[in-house]
């Protein structure tokens, strides 16, 4: 018997899906252009309409940590259990903590 295959996007029919309100919407441009500052908190929410610099499912809700810049990309210390992991995701995808 074939395994069936286990893509990147495997299994995110509901995690990476848009409300019926903002079908097609692109996000504000508040949100594409804001500029993060180190040491800044950040949740990272996909936004299934960018597909470049999509992180990983796994990650999504998480919050993280800015600790650099790579060209648009922001670099993203996340700890994943007791793993440190180093994500490098544009802005489209990071939403900044309230508080």
């Known amino acids: 018997m074939v395994k069936p295959p ?6 995110t029919r509901k995690l990476l899906r848009k409300k ?22 950040v949740a990272i929410k996909i ?5 470049y610099g999509m992180p990983h499912r796994r990650f999504h809700g998480l919050t993280g940590v800015i ?15 007791r793993k440190k992991k180093i994500l490098y995701v544009p802005p489209e995808h990071l939403r900044p903590l309230k508080g």
């Open 6 to 11: 286990r893509g990147y996007r495997h299994r």
């Open 20 to 41: 019926v309100r903002e079908k097609g919407a692109i996000p504000k441009l508040s949100v594409i252009l804001r500029e993060y500052k180190l040491g800044e908190r």
């Open 47 to 51: 936004d299934p309409s960018f597909h």
């Open 67 to 81: 600790t650099g810049k790579r060209g648009r990309a922001y670099e993203v210390e996340v700890y994943l259990g």
